[in-house]
């Protein structure tokens, strides 16, 4: 503050119309169909590789990130960008995609999927997306993350 020579309060009303403004650029969202729909897309493209269709799906701020909770394979940075984060998906889809059995699933509202990894093991990816395209690609692999999902479907499917 003293840097730049602001009081706490008016340090304080720029953090709130910061917040605001951040607020204020999320995204007009998509309706569950739709979502869907971007994301089965998504799914199809990364699992061919292919480039251009990614680029197509994703806004010009799309970010891809993953929660890994330090497990190896896991991406340690966010990805930022159409032509990076569709790089990084299709020289990945090789490795990940091949003979992968889908469960699709409901996540947070919306549709994500789980899709094998290995002999052992899950990742669930679900998207953020709006009418610009998709913004956010996550990946969950954090083992710890799975299973407490994992404990709450089955204890949601018991109570039905």
Sequence with gaps: MEILQLSPVNARQLVSRARKHLSAVRR?????????QLL???VDAAQTGNIGALEDL???DVVSSSDGGGIRGAARFPLLGTNRVARFLAA????????????WLEVNGRAGVL???GRSGVTMLTIEASPEGIHH???IVNPAKLDAFERSRSRGSQLV
């Design 28 to 36: 007009e969202p998509i309706d569950k169909s739709e979502h869907r």
């Design 40 to 42: 089965e897309a998504f």
């Design 58 to 60: 994703f806004a010009a």
């Design 92 to 103: 990945f889809a090789p490795r990940f995609w091949p003979a992968a059995e889908f469960t």
């Design 115 to 117: 899709v094998p990894r």
């Design 137 to 139: 690609v996550m990946w």
